[in-house]
């Protein structure tokens, strides 16, 4: 992975604490992952999983990196409701994430 890369799945782990500061809910692993994906590879997506599986050991409702692959490896990513995409593309957006799409020439 690149230098340029490696800052950017960097910047995407702190825009997901600056937009979940106590941690993702259970219910919005689904519509995150599935907007993560739009701009991550699989690779950076699985590496997120985990460093969300390790914040969340800190919190009431914890969830294993399993259980997180077993999310993305599930159709269900392809089936968020459009209130769970709106509530999270809130909390992505709060963080700084950049949810619209570059221009395409």
């Excluded at 914040?55 to 409701?81: F, G, H, K």
């Excluded at 593309?89 to 020439?105: C, F, M, N, V």
């Amino acid at each position: 992975m690149g230098e340029s890369r490696s800052n950017f799945l960097s910047r995407t782990v702190d825009w997901l604490r600056a937009g979940y500061p106590t941690g993702v809910p259970r219910q919005d692993y689904v519509a995150l992952l599935g907007l993560l994906r739009r701009k991550l590879t699989e690779e950076e997506v699985h590496k997120i999983a985990g460093d969300l599986a390790e914040q969340s050991q800190r919190t009431a409702d914890p969830i294993t990196t399993e259980d997180i692959e077993a999310m993305i490896n599930d159709a269900v990513l392809q089936q968020a409701t459009p209130e769970d995409v709106v509530r999270v593309s809130a909390r992505l957006a709060a963080g700084g994430w950049p949810l619209a799409d570059p221009p395409t020439d």
